[in-house]
Structures are given as structure tokens and as C-alpha cells.
């Protein structure tokens, strides 16, 4: 073997051996590297579960059932679809005055679809015609949307084959083929349009995370970059308040996600067909509180890692849970009970839920007050903490 290329492979073994010693003397960074991979694989493994009969993470779906008809067998339609719904724990359902008031606990999350049974459902049976239930489903959650609206469906089909059969014995063959087959259908209301679109769950997320995660990023690498080059220093010393500081690199970094979540929405119309039901300016003061919610984070990130790389894998340790457990881009009744409370305590999850609730839903204020309540505490409590370590680590 020559001796040049002898020399040129024990350069290279010292020159990894130099970086994995000051990799392993950044204990920081170390455990961030070591703790991302198990973190990933846990999430993942948690977000897929083995569903069974018994594990099935869509069990127990809480609805509602508002009985317009006051004839019999409307009532009798109603008891039945409860007894069935507890006895294979597929949903508990909740009785409600009006469509309306049903509606508005969609919203808030209570519940996940409405059963109706509208008025003149039992003189249709009683006239031989065939009877319709209503079924709407939670537009804002696509796929958990399809499973209450096929789990509901498949209840009224059982109800609806068993009063055939009935029918049967009882009409023989002299009766409208139709109606002795099905009795009872079953029609979708959507809550707002006239279809259901799974990119705009999606389109809201990925506003919500390109806006904050963007914002995280950013500043958390504009600050780590000026710090190890030194110009920060420069910006320190200089005859201005340090809160300008804090507050214009926050401010360049919102106009920058601002920018992206409306092309993001731009896109998904045009391309994709999402259509915006509700008020552009509830759109931008959630995406606002949801920047300023996690720029706090960034900040007490960035002045706690000691180098740029540090700072930039404590930022995907905190970016890459919040992107799964926040139901951005599964329906978190995936996840046990215990991950949907950690990711309920992430702000992007009310972020996100907040969008979705105003793009999709056409929600007031009113409606989304509790996300927009957890994003303010959040982002006072978490500013509140950041300036002064970020004064205090800029002074070391």
C-alpha cells in the first residue's frame, strides 16, 4: 500500500475521531441526537396501533341524536339505534333538542356527527315509502368524519333490513319492491358546503405548521447564526433596547411564515379546491397568536444551546412531535389517551384546530375562543420566560 494513501486514511480516521470527541463533549447536542430516533419510533409505533375488536381507538365516538318526528316509529327508530350503538360500544349518543344546538358542539369538539331523524319519518313507513335519517359527520376531520358516518350507516342498515324483513312477513309481495328492500336510507349533510374535501383538513395544518414551525426555525437559526459569527455581539452593544431586538427578528420571522401559509392557501384552492368559509381576519389573528405561542420557545431554545447544530436539533426534537401528536395529519383518536393529552398541551394543536374550525367551518370568535385563550396564555407565559434568559445568555 502506498504511503500516501496510508497517510491520507490515518488523517481521515483522526480528523472523525476529532469530531466524534467534540460531538460526544456536546452533552447537549449528544442527548438531543440519541433521544430523537427513540422518540420517532415510540410516536410511531403509538400512531399505528394493532386495532381489534376490543383495542379499536374509534370506539365509544360521542354523537348526537335529535328526533324531529313525533310519531312512533321515529322513537322506536331512535331507542334502537342506542341500544345497538352500547351494545357494540361504536358510539355514545346524546340527545339533543335541534340540529343547531347539535352543531354547535361540533365545533367545540364535543362531539364527532349527528344522527337526525327528520319530521314525517314515521308517515313515510306508515304510507310505505321509504324513510330517510340524516348524517353529519365532523367536516373539519375527514377520515374520523367517514368512519361515524359509515359506523352510523351500517346501524341504520341493520334497523332498516330487520323492519323489512318484517315487512315482508307481513305484505308478502304486493308491496313497493324499493321500499320492502330499504326502508330506512340513509343521506350525508355536510355542515358547510355541499361536499366534503379531505385536503382542507390537511391545507389548515399545514398553514398552522409552516407558519409556526417556520417561525421556531427561523429565528431560532437567525439568532444562532448571528451568535457564531459574532455580529450579535455588535447588536448588543449597541445604544438600543433589547426588546427591539427580540421583537424585530420575531417580527421579520412572522411576516416570512405569514407569507407561506398564504401561499399554502393559495395553492390549495386553486389546485386542490379547498374553499374558505370564514373570516380571512380570524385566519391571520390565529396564525399571529400561533406564531407568537412558539417564538417564545425558540427564543429560550436558541439561548440555551451553545452552537448553531445544537440549536437547530433541539428545534426537529421539539418540531417533529408536535407535527404528529397535534392531529395535523391524523386524527388523534389514533393515539392512547395519554398522547392525546400531551399533544392537547402543544399550542400547534390549537393552533391548527382553530384554522381548521374558521376555514372549513365558517367559526366565529365566539367559537374558537378556548384556542384562542390557550394561545395567548401560551404566549405570554412563554415570552415572559424567554426575554430574560435571552437578555441573560446575551450577556455571558
Do not use: V
Given at each position: 500500500m502506498p504511503n500516501g494513501f496510508r497517510h491520507s486514511?490515518?488523517?481521515?480516521?483522526r480528523i472523525a475521531r476529532k469530531d466524534l470527541l467534540d460531538f460526544w463533549k456536546a452533552k447537549m447536542l449528544f442527548a438531543t441526537f440519541m433521544i430523537m430516533p427513540i422518540?420517532?419510533?415510540?410516536?410511531f409505533g403509538f400512531m399505528f396501533?394493532?386495532?381489534t375488536a376490543t383495542s379499536n381507538p374509534y370506539r365509544n365516538a360521542p354523537i348526537a341524536m335529535v328526533v324531529e318526528d313525533t310519531g312512533?316509529?321515529?322513537i322506536d327508530f331512535a331507542d334502537q339505534f342506542k341500544q345497538i350503538s352500547v351494545s357494540t360500544a361504536v358510539f355514545k349518543v346524546k340527545d339533543f333538542p335541534n340540529?343547531?344546538?347539535a352543531r354547535d358542539e361540533i365545533l367545540t369538539g364535543s362531539i364527532k356527527g349527528v344522527v337526525v331523524i327528520p319530521a314525517g319519518f314515521t308517515m313515510a313507513l306508515n304510507s310505505q315509502r321509504q324513510a330517510v335519517v340524516l348524517i353529519?359527520?365532523?367536516d373539519t376531520n375527514p377520515q374520523m368524519g367517514s368512519i361515524i358516518y359509515s359506523e352510523a350507516a351500517s346501524i341504520v342498515g341493520a334497523i332498516s333490513s330487520s323492519l323489512g324483513q318484517s315487512i315482508i312477513l307481513k305484505m308478502g309481495n304486493t308491496g313497493d319492491p324499493s321500499f320492502v328492500a330499504e326502508p330506512i336510507s340513509v343521506e350525508r349533510v355536510n355542515l358547510i358546503g355541499?361536499?366534503?374535501?379531505q385536503f382542507e383538513f390537511l391545507a389548515p395544518g399545514f398553514m398552522a405548521l409552516t407558519v409556526v414551525m417556520g417561525t421556531l426555525a427561523g429565528l431560532g437559526a437567525a439568532i444562532s447564526r448571528e451568535k457564531e459569527q459574532g455580529t450579535m455581539d455588535g447588536i448588543m452593544v449597541a445604544p438600543i433596547p433589547r426588546n427591539a431586538i427580540v421583537a424585530g427578528k420575531m417580527m421579520a420571522q412572522t411576516v416570512r411564515g405569514l407569507i407561506q401559509g398564504f401561499l399554502i392557501l393559495g395553492l390549495s384552492m386553486l389546485l386542490f379546491g379547498v374553499q374558505v368559509y370564514g373570516s380571512p381576519v380570524l385566519m391571520v389573528l390565529v396564525m399571529l397568536l400561533g406564531v407568537a405561542s412558539f417564538a417564545g420557545i425558540g427564543l429560550i431554545v436558541t439561548s440555551l444551546a451553545p452552537e448553531q447544530e445544537t440549536a437547530q436539533m433541539m428545534m426537529m426534537l421539539l418540531q417533529f412531535p408536535m407535527m404528529f401528536l397535534s392531529g395535523l395529519l391524523f386524527p388523534m383518536e389514533q393515539l392512547p389517551n395519554w398522547l392525546q393529552y400531551a399533544g392537547k398541551a402543544l399550542p400547534l394543536y390549537y393552533a391548527a384546530d382553530a384554522l381548521r374550525k374558521v376555514i372549513v367551518l365558517s367559526a366565529s370568535l365566539n367559537?374558537?375562543?378556548?384556542?384562542v385563550v390557550v394561545l395567548i396564555v401560551y404566549s405570554l407565559a412563554t415570552l415572559g420566560i424567554a426575554i430574560p434568559i435571552f437578555n441573560k445568555a446575551m450577556t455571558r
Open positions: 486514511l490515518y488523517i481521515t480516521f422518540l420517532m419510533m415510540s410516536m396501533p394493532s386495532i312512533s316509529l321515529g340540529f343547531n344546538s353529519t359527520a365532523d355541499s361536499r366534503t374535501n367559537q374558537i375562543l378556548p384556542d
